[in-house]
Structure formats: structure tokens, C-alpha cells
């Protein structure tokens, strides 16, 4: 592909839009550019779309399931093998073992059977991808996460109990509320525990993220446009 095809795909439009978004949230935050990684959120896309953005030196990518990063990327990384492939959907503890082989960082550990089934299915694969711990923030009923007040306990059972190296927090604040205070309670509990890694922020709160600490942000639609109906 030459530069100018790349340029006048839509995809790599939207990573260079993006790409300047953050550069600019940084410098506002008195933040190195490049201080952020953007992780782009591929759900739902066609594998067409995650090699266009590949194509224009995109790396990290994001699925929510499984079986759909199974079947998207394991063709991709064998073309580009420092693509980096994020589970950050809610995670069955029998896909533990899947989530394992296919992915480099797994973004929503929030339950102890689920650290169990991970610690175990890392050790059979000898393979440790990155792993975060999704807290509830909002404490919402039907949204995954550990709960606010579990949250403390739940990190140190990790690595305690199970021997699990935990790497950062992600996040998903409640649809419709101000994200920033959100962002800033997973900053100040990821501060507490030497966490280092911040996974907030999506195609409409990203800067915000930013602002609060954000190392990595997750953004779909803003880059990829509208997700195709399921
Ligand atoms: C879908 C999804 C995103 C991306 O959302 P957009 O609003 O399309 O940017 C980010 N994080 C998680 C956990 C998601 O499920």
C-alpha cells in the first residue's frame, strides 16, 4: 500500500485524528507525548478493518470475546508479530484457558475463581500475559468489575493467593455520569498499590481520561465508526 492509500482510508483517518487527540491531551497535561497508549477497540469489526489499521502502524488492539479475537488474530499476528491484542470483555472463567493463548494483556480479571482459573491456565501455558483488574467504579449491578469495597482485598488475594502478577486497573465509569470522578478514584487506588497501569477512557471521555493519569485508552467507534448490528 502506498503512504497515499493509507492516508485516504478512512481507519487510518480516524488513528491519525485520534493519535493527535491524545498527543494534544498530554501537552495539556503536562504529559511526555507517548506517555499514553492507544488501544484500539476492534469488537465487532471484520478483520479487514484491524489489518487497514494495522497498515497504518497501529499495535494494540482490544476485543471484548474470546472467540472473536480467535478468529481475527491469530493470521494477523503472524504478519505482524508486534500487534499486542487486549481482552477487555467480561471473562468466563472455562475461556480462561482461550484468553490465555490468545491474548498479551487481559483487562477485566475481577473475580477470585476467575484469578484461580487464570493463575492455573497461565502455568499450563507457560504464558503471562499483562493483567488488570476491572473495578465496578460505578458499582452497577449489571456491569463486571470487582466492587469498590472488595476492590483492596480482591488485589491483594491476587497476588497472595494466586501468585498473580497484577500489572494496572481498568475501568468502564456508568453511561451518562461524569466520568472524571471515576477516573480519579481508579488513579488514587492504582496510586496505593504501586499499580502503574490505568486502562480509562473511550471515544467520548478519552482526554478526560488523560487528564486524570490515563496510560492506556480504549477507543472504537471514534476510530472504526459505527459498530455493525450483532
Ligand atoms: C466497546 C468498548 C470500548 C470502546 O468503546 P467506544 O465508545 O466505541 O470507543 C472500550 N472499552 C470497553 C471495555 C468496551 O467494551
Redesign the pocket.
Known amino acids: 500500500m502506498s503512504p497515499t492509500d493509507t492516508a485516504d482510508a478512512p481507519i487510518a483517518q480516524g488513528l491519525r485524528r485520534i493519535r493527535d487527540r491524545i498527543a494534544e491531551a498530554c501537552l495539556r497535561a503536562n504529559r511526555p507525548p507517548g506517555s499514553v497508549e492507544l488501544v484500539a477497540?476492534s469488537?465487532f469489526h471484520p478483520a479487514t478493518s484491524v489489518a487497514e489499521a494495522l497498515a497504518a502502524g497501529q499495535r494494540h488492539f482490544?476485543e471484548?470475546r474470546v472467540q472473536e479475537a480467535q478468529a481475527k488474530f491469530p493470521a494477523l499476528r503472524a504478519e505482524h508479530p508486534a500487534l499486542r491484542l487486549h481482552i477487555?470483555?467480561a471473562l468466563q472463567t472455562n475461556k480462561a484457558r482461550d484468553a490465555v493463548r490468545v491474548a498479551d494483556v487481559i483487562e477485566s480479571l475481577d473475580r477470585p475463581k476467575l484469578a484461580a482459573a487464570l493463575a492455573e491456565a497461565m502455568a499450563r501455558e507457560s504464558r503471562a500475559p499483562t493483567l488488570l483488574v476491572q473495578v465496578n467504579t460505578g458499582d452497577e449491578s449489571q456491569k463486571a468489575g470487582v466492587a469498590r469495597a472488595g476492590a483492596e482485598d480482591f488485589l491483594r488475594q491476587c497476588r497472595e493467593e494466586h501468585g498473580l502478577r497484577i500489572d494496572g486497573l481498568m475501568c468502564?465509569p456508568p453511561a451518562g455520569e461524569d466520568p472524571v470522578p471515576h477516573f480519579r478514584y481508579l488513579a488514587e487506588l492504582a496510586a496505593r498499590h504501586g499499580l502503574h497501569t490505568l486502562s480509562m477512557g473511550?471515544?467520548?471521555d478519552f482526554e478526560a481520561a488523560i487528564a486524570a493519569g490515563a496510560t492506556h485508552v480504549?477507543?472504537?467507534?471514534?476510530i472504526f465508526g459505527e459498530?455493525p448490528a450483532q
Open positions: 477497540v469488537k482490544g471484548n477487555i470483555g468502564i473511550m471515544s467520548g480504549r477507543v472504537g467507534t471514534a459498530r
